[in-house]
């Protein structure tokens, strides 16, 4: 069982059925990092704002790259803020940090007060991306959970099992990796996070597990450590 982990989440898992957030999602998503949290395992969480806005619909309107990403990063906030109302709607104890300053809603990000957070058992969920412009929340996991010396990234996909070395949606031959490594994805070109997430992961030596989040229990069952998706280290198996 992982003792600290940071679970990565997409702003498009929170949408489920519905236009923003689905409540359903997010209660059930609450219960079981209730459950894993029980255990003794410390969490953080990163999550995007694709249910809001993604850069190329952004681009397609005209706006401006740089202005666009912050538009993203308030959207991540946004989600930041409706995962921690769910958290403690059933019960746990919660922090939101965001790399933007917004001290009427959440805390700054600071590493040893996050630290110190997941050593009293509460949830940190941070928000805001990196705080800067060109880069995505595929490195702000990376990023984040080097900082806080978690012991995995949990990437939990929306209705994918693991990495694919093609769509499986579109190929039927498509063959799903238990494990792979960090020279693996750049070399193979596979699409699970971008270069620089990708970098950053194998330079600090952070394993990674990719997993469906939308099979009951897969949230608990990955913190526990049970190999569920496909595994990528630095190492070969």
């Known amino acids: 069982?992982?003792?600290?982990?940071?679970?990565?989440?997409?702003?498009?898992?929170?949408?489920?059925?519905?236009?923003?957030?689905?409540?359903?999602?997010?209660?059930s998503l609450a219960k079981e990092i209730k459950e894993a949290q029980e255990l003794g395992i410390e969490i953080a969480i990163v999550v995007g704002?694709?249910?809001?806005?993604?850069?190329?619909?952004?681009?397609?309107?005209?706006i401006e790259?740089?202005?666009?990403d912050y538009m993203g990063m308030l959207a991540t906030i946004i989600n930041a803020l409706a995962i921690q109302a769910a958290l403690e709607a059933v019960g746990v104890d919660t922090r939101c940090q965001t790399s933007i300053d917004i001290p009427k809603v959440a805390e700054p990000f600071i590493q040893r007060r996050a630290v110190r957070h997941l050593e009293k058992g509460r949830v940190v969920i941070f928000g805001g991306g990196t705080g800067s412009p060109y880069f995505s929340?595929?490195?702000?996991?990376?990023?984040?959970?080097?900082?806080?010396?978690?012991?995995?990234?949990?990437m939990a996909k929306n209705g994918v099992d693991g990495v694919y070395s093609a769509d499986p949606?579109?190929?039927?031959?498509?063959?799903?990796y238990d494990h792979l490594t960090y020279m693996d994805l750049l070399n193979k070109g596979l699409q699970v996070m971008d270069s620089t997430a990708t970098s950053m992961c194998m330079d600090n030596n952070m394993e990674l597990m990719v997993f469906n989040?939308?099979?009951?229990?897969n949230i608990v069952r990955a913190m526990k450590g049970e190999k569920i998706g496909t595994i990528i280290n630095k190492e070969e198996n």
């Open 169 to 176: 949606k579109t190929n039927p031959d498509a063959v799903r």
């Open 65 to 68: 790259r740089v202005q666009g």
């Open 213 to 217: 989040m939308n099979e009951a229990g």
């Open 49 to 62: 704002g694709g249910n809001f806005i993604r850069g190329k619909t952004v681009s397609d309107i005209g």
């Open 1 to 27: 069982m992982y003792k600290r982990v940071l679970l990565k989440l997409s702003g498009e898992a929170l949408a489920g059925n519905e236009k923003n957030f689905d409540p359903v999602v997010l209660h």
């Open 137 to 154: 929340t595929d490195t702000t996991a990376a990023l984040r959970a080097s900082e806080i010396k978690a012991d995995v990234i949990l």
